[in-house]
T-cell receptor
Framework: GDSVTQMEGPVTLSEEAFLTINCTYT??????LFWYVQYPGEGLQLLLK?????DKGSNKGFEATYRKETTSFHLEKGSVQVSDSAVYFC???????????FGTGTRLKVLA | NAGVTQTPKFQVLKTGQSMTLQCAQD?????MSWYRQDPGMGLRLIHY???????DQGEVPNGYNVSRSTTEDFPLRLLSAAPSQTSVYFC????????????FGEGSWLTVV
């Protein structure tokens, strides 16, 4: 079945460091891909999304490119801030359905 | 600008008690769902609904009931609480169309003792 695998955390970085959080997926058809962010004590919020191969989603300095050939959707940011500390979830929407599959989440901690 | 509203935010239950987590959305979305979030396991789908009067089971439905009498409301009932149901619960609502974005409520922290 469809699945999402993302790197385990926690990831600890210094402010202004480069961030990569890996996400790979297994899916039939043509899923849409998402990154969600969860700040402490809050629900998940959409960070960015891509609906077809080679699309790049971007928001708040974060980017991810839908790579069908490597079945990946890695999250990147050039310069992280303390305020980026949160848990990041990679997710896919199963093609032709409303069903979503989430990864287990990666906790990011950014130190000043 | 309410979006998805869930109540209560925090609840402590004794084993065997029942309760209902309320969820309402004001975006006129047909698809709604309930997830639970446990450490190291991400989000797991409990139940979902594709419209008023229609519900179905997700990945972990045992011990929970849902109903959908209106488009706006989708309550989750714990029938007889067990310690294994200690978790954070999220209600979600999904828009139609390509790239269907999920909108989550703020979560309900439930502890069963």
């Amino acid at each position: 079945g469809d699945s999402v695998t993302q790197m385990e955390g926690p990831v600890t970085l210094s402010e202004e460091a480069f961030l990569t959080i890996n996400c790979t997926y297994t899916a039939t058809g043509y899923p849409s891909l998402f990154w969600y962010v969860q700040y402490p004590g809050e629900g998940l919020q959409l960070l960015l999304k891509a609906t077809k191969a080679d699309d790049k989603g971007s928001n708040k300095g974060f980017e991810a490119t839908y790579r069908k050939e490597t079945t990946s959707f890695h999250l990147e940011k050039g310069s992280v801030q303390v305020s980026d500390s949160a848990v990041y979830f990679c997710a896919l929407r199963v093609s032709g359905t409303y069903k979503y599959i989430f990864g287990t989440g990666t906790r990011l901690k950014v130190l000043a | 600008n309410a979006g998805v509203t869930q109540t209560p935010k925090f609840q402590v239950l004794k084993t065997g008690q029942s309760m209902t987590l309320q969820c309402a959305q004001d975006m006129n979305h047909e698809y709604m769902s309930w997830y639970r979030q446990d450490p190291g396991m991400g989000l797991r789908l409990i139940h979902y609904s594709v419209g008023a009067g229609i519900t179905d089971q997700g990945e972990v439905p045992n011990g929970y009931n849902v109903s959908r009498s209106t488009t706006e409301d989708f309550p989750l009932r714990l029938l007889s609480a067990a310690p294994s149901q200690t978790s954070v619960y999220f209600c979600a609502s999904t828009e139609s169309g390509p790239g269907n974005t999920i909108y989550f409520g703020e979560g309900s922290w439930l502890t069963v003792v």
